[in-house]
């Protein structure tokens, strides 16, 4: 499955989740109507009393309403007391995966339930192969002892020293994410920028909180596909929409994308978009503040410089210590 497919199988499994709660139901009322034919007979009584107040409001005969609401509500607790008596109260009620929404995936007809965003989430994270890598790379496998503590004297610290800050940084950031806020992780490849923004995503998934992680070239194709061949995709808005509407974004790899006049533009309204709904962005480069400014447009390295925080990753490539199990103790 591809992205662009993803948003017509996941409307399809909740279209079938519907049907099966129906199946449900109905088997259930068959069932119940077979042993409990008294609850058959105030079922019938209900909806030919429910015809009849609508004809009563009508003519405006008020007392008639009056009295039909009355004798309706004496009708339903008897339904209620003989169903909690004999299978329970609950049991002629639609049994739904989200009670929200009722398994349609909005709310209110038009408003994306919580559920639906979460499931897209899940959905994108599985094509990106995300999950597997989250079980590996969070804080709780977040292993100092890769860091050198030797200080470097171009930062004044070690490796190691500005990683605990770097810990409680990314910690606190998603501890305190009601309070909006981005990051902007910069510096040498294998310096640990990924494996941070993986370790955010985990504890804000876990929490129920929407992320997508992206990196920039793999945005920057889904991009040039909604620009240059819209009529050829199933629901072409559904990936950009979900930029768009997650609490967090990651984008990951900024600067590895192949640059042109439209991804730059496209990136740019992404970020700006993000900072005036205020919706936290978490975006990791390898080039430096002054490669950004060289690299980007002006606007977009001033939105960056004025609403993110910037951590600079230094020292050894961790990915290379790690394969050959170099540990500084």
Known sequence: MSYKSTFSQVMRDYE??????????????????????????????????????????????????ENTRNEMG????????????????????????????????????????????QRLID?????????????????????LRLFSMDVLPAEGLS?????????????????????????????EPGTGKTFVSHAIAKDLLD????????????LSKVLEDYRFNRDQLSNPDEMLAAVDNVDLLILDDLGAEISTVVTSAAIFDIVNQRLLARKHTVISTNLSPAQLESQYSERLVSRFFGNYQMIKFFGEDIRVK????????
Do not use: W
């Open 207 to 218: 929490s129920g909180r929407t992320v997508l992680y992206q990196t920039a070239p793999r």
């Open 159 to 187: 490796p190691h020293a500005n990683m605990q800050t770097i810990y409680r940084l990314a910690t606190s950031f998603v501890a305190n994410f009601s309070e909006f806020n981005n990051l902007l992780l910069y510096g």
């Open 123 to 143: 959905e994108y994270y599985s094509l990106s192969n995300m999950k597997e890598v989250l079980r590996e790379e969070n804080f709780d496998t977040f292993d």
């Open 74 to 117: 004496r009708l339903q607790e008897n339904r209620l007391f003989l169903l909690e008596k004999n299978v329970g109260k609950d049991y002629l009620t639609a049994v739904y995966r989200c009670n929200i929404c009722q398994d349609t995936g909005y709310t209110d007809g038009r408003i994306r339930c919580k559920c639906l965003n």
């Open 16 to 65: 079938a989740a519907r049907d099966n709660a129906q199946a449900l139901l109905e088997a259930r009322k068959a069932e119940v109507y077979k042993n409990l034919p008294e609850i058959k007979e105030i079922d019938s009584k209900l909806a030919k009393m429910g015809a009849g107040l609508a004809r009563l409001a009508i003519s405006g005969d008020t007392l008639g309403m």
């Open 322 to 329: 790690k394969k050959y199990g170099s540990l500084r103790m």
